[in-house]
C-alpha cells in the first residue's frame, strides 16, 4: 500500500509530546554561559553615554559589550531575498533607530546573573521625536521604494477608464494593524566555537543555510566553517525566515569570552528584536456590469518599514491574479520609513492583507449588483492569468466555491443583512475566495540505505512543525517501496544537502520531491546491483522488469527476489547512498501560471447589544493540487483558520506615538485566538495532481489555509448586522 495518500501521524509526535525533541534553547551545553540584551527605550536619537561599571562588577558577569566595544561588522545590503531580516547591525554605532533596539549585551555565568547586570546600565541619550505610523496619513507620507521582490506596480489594459465607464463601481479604503508572529518558542541561539575556528550556530530558525551565509557574510568566515542546526520549531510564521541582530550577537560574544554564549529573547523582546508584519492601508476601486461582472480592478497599497530598509508588503498582489477584469486591473505598493523595526513576512505574507481588502470589496460588489457572492466569484473566474497572460495549471476555484457552498449549507442562506437570527442573536454568513503563490525552488536530498534495509533521508530543509518529517518519509518510502516505519529523516543541519528555507509553504512540492528524486536514485542503485552486481539475482533482466515493495526487489513474472538488506550484504557494501536534486524553473519563467486556491465559507452569532462576534461554523475547501498526507494537511488548514480568526477578531498590536514602541508586548496585551474562540472546522480538498508544480503533484498549502478567513468573516458580520468593518481586527468598539 503507497504511504503517500495515508492519513499518517507525525513520526516526531512521540518526541514532541516525551519532551525528547530537543528545541534551540533546550539543548545541553556544559559551560554555556547566559546572555541578556539591554534595549533602547527610545526610538530615535543617540546614546550619548553608557555606564556600564556597575553591570561589569555584578557576580557572574564575564563580559559587557556595547557599541564601545563590540567587534566590528560588515555591513550586508539588504534585500527581500537575502538572509537578514534587517540591514542594521547591533552594538556597531551610537545611532538609534527603534525602539527595543539593542543597546548592550550581557554575558554572564547564568541568565539570571545576565539579566540583573542589565539592569545596571544606565544610557543618556539624545532624544529626537520619533516618526511613527499614521494609518490616516500614510497615503500622504507614502514613498516609491527601489523596486524589489516583484514589480512595485503593475498594470494591464486600462483600468481606471474601465472603472469610470463602469455601470457600477465601488472604492473603499481598508486598514490591517502590525501584527506580531508570537511563536510559542521564542527565538534562540547557541553559539559555539571550537579550536579550529569552526562556529556552530544552534539557532531557532527557518533557514539554517541562509543564517549560515548571513553569519558568513557579517563575521567574515568563510561557510565551510560554520555549520548551523536547528532539528526543531516551535511555530516559525515567517518570524524566523530571515535572520536577526541576536543570533550575530550570540556569534560574536561567544568569541568574545571564549566560551559557547546561549540568547533567549524574552518574550517583549520578541516584539522588536526580529520582525513583525507590517500594518497596511489599501484602497480598492471595482467596476463591474449590472450583472457583477468586473471590467476593472485598481488595488493599490500603502505599508510602514524601517527607516533603514525598504520592506515592501506585496498586499495588492492578490488582485493581479485572482479575477477577470475585461478592461484592466492596476496595482502599486508604497512605503513609509518610520522608526521601527524592519517588517518581515507573517503566516500568508502579502496574500492575507491583500485578500482582506479585495474580497470584502467583493462582498461590497455583490450586494451592489444583488448578486450572490458565490455567483459573483463564479462569474469572475478565469483560467489564464490575468497577469501574465499564461493559463494556470490548475485551478479548482470552482469546485472549492461549489462544494464549499454545498457543504456549508449556503443555499439555506438570506441574503438581507440581519436577516438570519438565532434567538437574540444575530446570524451572518459570508464566504472569500483565495489565490496563493506558488514557489519553485531548489533543493538537495541524500537517501542512505542502510545494511540493516533501513533507509535514512536527510537533507537540511525544515519541518516548523507542519508535517514535514511525515511527509517526507511517506514520500521515500514510497520511492524506495519500504514500509514508513523503515525509514529515518534528518533536517535542519547546514551539513546535510543544501535545501531551501522553509518559507512560502514551499516545503511539499520542493524539498521534498527532491528527497523523492534521491530514493529514486538510491532504489535505481539497488536495482542495478540485482541485474549486475555481484551474484546478480537478475542478471540479464531489465531494470523496468524489476519491482520493489516491502523492501524486497522482485523480477516480475519469476520468483525470484531479494531483500535490500541480502543484496547489500551480498555486495560487500554497508550502505548505497541515493542523491537528489530538484531544480526547477521558476514560476515566472514556466509556461503556466501555479496558484493553490480556496474558497472559504464563516458563519458568525453577533450579539447586538454587546457587539461581541463568536464564529459558529467554517468550512474551507482547498486546492492545493494532491495532499500528500490528509491529517498534516488538515491540521494546516486548521492552524490556518485559527491563525485568520486572530486577524479577523482579535490581533492588533499598538504603537505609542510618543514613544514609537509597540505597548502590548505579551501574550496578555497582544491577543491570539485560543480553543475557546475556534467550533467545528470543517476541511475539504478538492485540487489533483498538478504535474507543472511539482513532480509529487502538490502545491503549497500552509498558508493558503490563513488566507480569505478574515474577509469570510468580516462578509459575515456585515451580513449578521449590516455594518461593514473594513478596519482589523473586528472589534467590539468598531461593532457597536
Ligand atoms: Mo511563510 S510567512 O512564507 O514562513
Known amino acids: 500500500m503507497n504511504a503517500v495518500g495515508q492519513p499518517i501521524s507525525r513520526v516526531d509526535g512521540r518526541l514532541k509530546v516525551a519532551g525528547g525533541a530537543r528545541y534551540t534553547a533546550d539543548i545541553p551545553l556544559a559551560g554555556a554561559a547566559h546572555a541578556s540584551i539591554v534595549y533602547s527605550t527610545i526610538a530615535n536619537g543617540r546614546t550619548v553615554a553608557i555606564d556600564t561599571a556597575a553591570a561589569e562588577k555584578a557576580p557572574g558577569v564575564l563580559v559587557v559589550l556595547t557599541h564601545e566595544n563590540m567587534p566590528r561588522m560588515n555591513p550586508v545590503p539588504w534585500s527581500h531575498l537575502r538572509p537578514q531580516g534587517q540591514t542594521y547591525l547591533p552594538l556597531q554605532d551610537d545611532r538609534i533607530h527603534y525602539a527595543g533596539q539593542p543597546m548592550a549585551l550581557v554575558v554572564a555565568a547564568t541568565l539570571d546573573q545576565a ?65 506580531h508572529h508570537n511563536q510559542m518558542e521564542p527565538h534562540a541561539t547557541l553559539a559555539v566555537w571550537d579550536d579550529d575556528g569552526t562556529l556552530t550556530l544552534y539557532d531557532s530558525t527557518q533557514m539554517v543555510v541562509g543564517t549560515r551565509k548571513l553569519a558568513s557574510l557579517v563575521l567574515g568566515v568563510p561557510e565551510e566553517k560554520i555549520n548551523v542546526v536547528c532539528e526543531f520549531l516551535g511555530g516559525g510564521f515567517g518570524g524566523k525566515s530571515w535572520s536577526w541582530p541576536h543570533t550575530l550577537l550570540a556569534a560574536l560574544a561567544a568569541k568574545v569570552v571564549n566560551r559557547p554564549v546561549r540568547v533567549q529573547l524574552t518574550r517583549a523582546q520578541m ?201 517526507m518519509t511517506q514520500v521515500a518510502a514510497d520511492a524506495l517501496g519500504m514500509a514508513p516505519d523503515r525509514v529515518t529523516v534528518r533536517l535542519g543541519d547546514t551539513r546535510l544537502p543544501e535545501s531551501h528555507p522553509a518559507i512560502g509553504s514551499a516545503t511539499v512540492p520542493n524539498a521534498t520531491a527532491a528527497v523523492m528524486l534521491a530514493a529514486r536514485a538510491a532504489r535505481d542503485k539497488a536495482v542495478e546491483l540485482a541485474l549486475s552486481g555481484r551474484d546478480a539475482p537478475f542478471a540479464g533482466a531489465a531494470p523496468e522488469d524489476v519491482i520493489v515493495a516491502e523492501s524486497r526487489l522482485a523480477l516480475t513474472k519469476t520468483n525470484l527476489n531479494i531483500t535490500y538488506a541480502e543484496l547489500l550484504a551480498r555486495n560487500g557494501l554497508s ?83 510618543a514613544s514609537g514602541q509597540f505597548v502590548n508586548r505579551n501574550y496578555s496585551g497582544y491577543l491570539v485566538a485560543t480553543n475557546a474562540d475556534i467550533p467545528e472546522l470543517d476541511v475539504l480538498f478538492v485540487g489533483g495532481f498538478d504535474e507543472e508544480a511539482s513532480p509529487l503533484g502538490a502545491k503549497g498549502l500552509g498558508e493558503l489555509t490563513a488566507v480569505s478567513v478574515a474577509p469570510a468573516i468580516a462578509n459575515a458580520v456585515y451580513h449578521a448586522t449590516g455594518k461593514r468593518i473594513r478596519d482589523l481586527p473586528i472589534t467590539v468598539e468598531r461593532l457597536l
Not at 390 to 402: D, N, Y
Open 115 to 179: 539579566t540583573y547586570a542589565g539592569t545596571l546600565i544606565k544610557a543618556s541619550y539624545e532624544t529626537h521625536s520619533p516618526t511613527v505610523f499614521d494609518l490616516r496619513t500614510a497615503k500622504e507620507d507614502a514613498v516609491e521604494p527601489p523596486q524589489r521582490m516583484w514589480p512595485l506596480s503593475s498594470l494591464v489594459g486600462d483600468a481606471d477608464k474601465a472603472i469610470a465607464d463602469a455601470a457600477v463601481k465601488i472604492e473603499r479604503t481598508y486598514t490591517m494593524p502590525d501584527r
Open 271 to 471: 516584539y522588536s528584536m526580529v520582525g513583525h508584519q507590517a500594518a497596511t492601508v489599501q484602497t480598492i476601486a471595482l467596476g463591474a456590469d449590472r450583472d457583477g461582472r468586473l471590467s476593472g480592478i485598481r488595488h493599490d497599497s500603502v505599508n510602514p518599514t524601517s527607516v533603514f530598509d525598504d520592506y515592501v508588503e506585496y498586499a495588492a498582489l492578490a488582485s493581479r491574479h485572482l479575477w477577470r477584469a475585461s478592461g484592466g486591473i492596476s496595482t502599486s505598493h508604497r512605503v513609509v520609513h518610520v522608526n521601527r523595526n524592519s517588517p518581515v513576512v507573517l503566516r500568508a505574507p502579502m496574500e492575507a492583507q491583500g485578500h482582506f481588502a479585495l474580497e470584502s470589496a467583493m462582498d461590497e460588489l455583490a450586494y451592489a449588483t444583488g448578486v450572490d457572492p458565490v455567483e459573483l466569484r463564479l462569474r469572475n473566474d478565469t483560467d489564464t492569468d490575468p497577469y501574465s497572460g499564461r493559463p494556470f495549471s490548475t485551478r479548482a476555484l470552482r469546485e472549492c466555491l461549489t462544494k464549499g457552498a454545498a457543504r456549508f449549507g449556503w443555499d439555506k442562506r438570506t441574503p438581507e443583512p440581519r436577516s438570519m437570527r438565532d434567538g437574540r442573536y444575530l446570524i451572518g454568513q459570508g464566504v472569500a475566495a483565495a489565490i496563493f503563490t506558488h514557489w519553485r525552488w531548489p533543493g538537495k536530498a541524500r537517501v542512505t540505505l542502510n545494511g540493516d534495509g533501513s533507509a535514512l533521508v536527510e537533507a537540511a530543509a525544515h519541518d516548523i512543525g507542519t508535517g514535514t518529517y511525515t511527509v
Open 575 to 657: 550502505s548505497l547512498v541515493g542523491d537528489g536534486h530538484y531544480d526547477p524553473v521558476e514560476e515566472v519563467n514556466g509556461p503556466k501560471a501555479i496558484f493553490s486556491f480556496s474558497a472559504v465559507f464563516a458563519e458568525v452569532r453577533v450579539d447586538p447589544d454587546l457587539g461581541l462576534v463568536r464564529l459558529n461554523r467554517f468550512v474551507g475547501a482547498y486546492d492545493a493540487g494532491r495532499i500528500i498526507n490528509p491529517k498534516t494537511a488538515r491540521s494546516q488548514a486548521i492552524g490556518g483558520i485559527i491563525w485568520g480568526v486572530g486577524q479577523a477578531l482579535l490581533e492588533q498590536s499598538e504603537t505609542d506615538p
